[in-house]
């Protein structure tokens, strides 16, 4: 008899990024039927984003299920038709982009309704939708998820039946996490933890998050493991990289939060525009997950000028691994992509200034640097990326990097070891581990 696993896929899409990897070697044993849960059904349009992720994917799920706009759990097999479906139709993306042509700024809380009245279309066009309640999730024998998920109002109505089932966590991050979860303790029962490295930092974020039992065990993160990075990098499926040489990646992130608002971003654009674009180097922006593609491309145009579409600047929906073949080397704003790029062999600037802003950072994801003394995240001061908290200092590291690119990713693959030795067959090793536990 296989065993069923649900995947819950939350908080975004990056989730999917760390656990497809041994999701999809567990497929391959044949002894496993796994399904996907979406709790935010807005999470489910993020697949038609990340082309490459949703074609694998459909060898490895079985069954979609999510939580509605009203509250309703409902299942559906999984399959690219289905995911495309929650995609906005065309006539509802020509009316919002029309509007954040006229607003003019990232993000609008009416957005949602276009999804509502999208959805309500593919209600009415049946789709093969199943009503289900709580207790189909008796059905698993394990989860996978991001134990961050256990405060989530989702996972506490569900809880009564997910409480018994064994969980494994893993973070949905590229990079650790170290800041504090809540001022309370969350205590969570059947849950095994997978830890990127064996660093105190992760350790101590775990203990002040959590009340838990089982011991974390290290073994890197799996999206990390060569085996898969060579295998998404020669996957030539949906690589939108416009076969460019030589290219600046920019991994973009949504404005909004305290220490990442709206006109700090401009600024930094408007940086990037004269020192990179406006030099005649080309740049492919790839948007986060959380990103709203709508609203984020039109400060895009506004500020890299529509008329450099396609000549300077580009978007891309191609995977990280994907668009470092022929990167120069790469824009963070914060960002734990930076390791990724790091062990795909890009080194990467980080663009942030986060002066007049400490009181909006928790102090465990704040420190100073050793020189200077600035507010800097763990990236920076632990040397995963080239700082850049003005336009003096991006042009130096810009400058340094295509003066010295070998050395610069030397440096940065050091520090990265340090952290990141648990990395060689994580896929096999969490695969393996699982195994062990729900026998």
Request: glycine share 2%; hydrophobic share 35%.
């Amino acid at each position: 008899m296989k065993h069923k696993i649900l995947f819950i896929c939350s908080p975004n899409l990056g989730i999917l990024d760390n656990w497809l990897p041994v999701l999809k070697l567990l497929k391959s044993t044949g002894n496993y039927e796994i399904d996907v849960f979406f709790p935010k059904i807005e999470t489910i349009n993020q697949f038609n984003k990340n082309k490459l992720l949703l074609k694998i994917s459909q060898s490895v799920f079985d069954s979609l299920l999510f939580n509605d706009f009203f509250n309703r759990y409902l299942l559906v097999k999984f399959s690219k038709q289905i995911i495309q479906k929650f995609n906005l139709n065309r006539y509802f993306f020509f009316v919002l982009k029309i509007l954040f042509k006229i607003i003019r700024q990232e993000g609008f809380y009416g957005e949602k309704y276009f999804y509502i009245m999208n959805y309500l279309l593919i209600i009415l066009k049946k789709n093969n939708l199943k009503k289900i309640n709580k207790n189909y999730f008796t059905n698993y024998n394990l989860i996978c998820y991001d134990a961050i998920e256990e405060n989530k109002d989702y996972i506490k109505v569900l809880n009564p039946v997910l409480s018994k089932i064994k969980k494994f966590s893993m973070h949905h991050g590229s990079d650790f996490p170290s800041d504090t979860l809540n001022d309370k303790k969350i205590r969570i029962n059947n849950v095994f933890f997978i830890n990127f490295t064996k660093t105190k930092l992760e350790n101590n974020y775990l203990n002040r998050s959590y009340i838990f039992k089982d011991k974390p065990k290290s073994f890197g993160n799996p999206k990390h493991d060569m085996h898969w990075v060579s295998y998404i990098k020669n996957n030539k499926n949906y690589n939108s990289g416009y076969s460019l040489k030589n290219f600046v990646l920019l991994v973009s992130r949504n404005s909004g939060s305290y220490y990442f608002p709206l006109e700090r971003k401009i600024n930094y654009l408007k940086i990037i525009k004269k020192n990179i674009l406006d030099k005649n180097i080309k740049v492919i922006i790839k948007l986060h997950p959380k990103e709203n593609s709508i609203s984020s491309k039109e400060l895009y145009y506004k500020v890299f000028g529509r008329k450099n579409y396609k000549k300077l600047w580009f978007f891309s929906d191609s995977h990280i691994y994907q668009l470092s073949k022929n990167c120069l080397f790469a824009i963070t704003f914060f960002s734990g992509v930076a390791t990724d790029l790091t062990r795909a062999d890009v080194p990467s600037i980080e663009l942030l200034d986060l002066k007049g802003l400490e009181h909006f950072c928790h102090k465990n994801e704040l420190f100073f640097d050793k020189n200077n003394k600035e507010p800097i995240f763990r990236i920076r001061y632990y040397g995963l990326v080239l700082g850049s908290s003005s336009e003096i200092d991006f042009i130096n590291n810009k400058n340094f990097i295509i003066q010295n690119r070998s050395k610069v990713l030397k440096k940065m693959k050091f520090n990265y070891n340090k952290f990141y030795r648990t990395n060689n067959n994580a896929i096999m090793n969490i695969k393996k581990y699982i195994e062990k536990n729900i026998k």
